[in-house]
């Protein structure tokens, strides 16, 4: 059955697609989903990329899928999060059917600024703060434990390195330096050894090759027109 415009709708209606947006984080009509972390009680922190927001995001981005092979639009504002769950996001986004276009919002900071490598189109809001680091771990057991925890965790930091460097490598300061692979992979790992937390502006982070535009920037003045231009390619 097809769904009427928003215009269309009645006051009821329209209210019930408003409820819809904030509670599931998906827009039906323009095509868009939302993510962002669930509150802890103390209403000042975020609980990051875990296994609730993954499953909704996954269930929304097929469902959308499901409706013709235009634009998603995907919009990040979180934190941070659970490895696990923000590769599944990272995973689903790749093999998107769809042409998918993200919009990062307020940060892009450790896990969200890799969940967003995956989208074929990767934009930051004008005042978006990006951040890279190594990540971290809780461990609790033995030192056998111990011992495993840190392998398991280079492991992951060399697939988050790989997945930066497969961007970056395309950015416009390596290209003006002819470096390949390996030696923007040295590069990258040598900022977050040296500074742990290698923090840029949303311009820098263009510069580099981790996003490829700021919304305001010719021919994305605009979400709308970031839209336009993506169903135009």
Same mark, same amino acid.
């Given at each position: ?11 009821? &209606? ?9 509670? &599931? ?29 993954? /499953?909704?995001?996954?269930? /929304? ?83 056998? &434990? ?28 390596? +290209?003006?330096? /002819? ?10 790992? +040598?900022?977050?050894?040296? +500074? ?32 336009? +231009?993506?169903?135009?390619?």
């Amino acid at each position: 059955m097809a769904i009427p415009s928003v215009k269309k709708r009645t006051v009821p &209606q329209r209210h019930g697609a408003l409820e819809v947006m904030h509670n &599931q984080g998906i827009h039906i009509d323009s095509k868009e989903i939302f993510v962002n972390s669930e509150s802890y009680d103390d209403e000042s922190l975020e609980s990051g990329i875990d296994f609730s927001v993954a /499953n909704v995001f996954i269930k /929304n981005l097929r469902y959308l899928e499901a409706f013709d092979s235009e634009p998603i639009t995907v919009h990040f504002c979180c934190t941070g999060g659970e490895w696990p769950y923000g590769m599944a996001i990272y995973d689903a986004i790749a093999h998107s059917t769809c042409h998918i276009l993200s919009i990062s919002h307020g940060w892009a900071v450790s896990m969200s600024s890799i969940m967003m490598q995956a989208a074929d189109t990767r934009l930051l809001m004008p005042n978006c703060s990006f951040m890279i680091h190594h990540g971290s771990a809780g461990m609790v057991g033995t030192s056998k &434990q111990f011992l495993t925890e840190a392998e398991q965790l280079k492991k992951t930091c060399d697939v988050m390195l790989d997945n930066y460097v497969r961007v970056c490598v395309g950015g416009e300061y390596f +290209k003006e330096r /002819n470096m390949g692979e390996k030696a923007v992979k040295t590069f990258l790992q +040598k900022k977050m050894d040296l +500074k742990e937390e290698w923090w840029l502006t949303a311009k820098e982070a263009v510069y580099y090759g981790f996003a490829d535009g700021v919304i305001g920037d010719e021919g994305y003045e605009t979400t709308a027109k970031a839209r336009e +231009k993506v169903l135009s390619v």
